[in-house]
């Protein structure tokens, strides 16, 4: 029988999106300095918005 996940850190959904968050940033890092405040902005707050909401749909889901 599995464990149960106390935190929703514990979970693998959680630790891969907030890979692809890390994984995201350094890549944007990356984009032409014209681009920091709006095309890099708008990239980063949609990634991070993956791992943010995934306790919501977790509470949502049961």
Do not use: N
């Not at 959904?13 to 708008?42: D, I, N």
């Amino acid at each position: 029988m599995e464990k149960k996940s106390r935190r929703f850190q514990d979970l693998i959904v959680w630790q891969k999106a907030h890979q692809f968050v890390v994984t995201f940033y350094k890549m944007t890092g990356e984009f032409p300095r014209e681009e920091r405040y709006s095309l890099t902005l708008q990239f980063r707050r949609a990634a991070v918005s993956i791992p943010e909401y995934h306790p919501d749909w977790c509470v949502h889901v049961r």
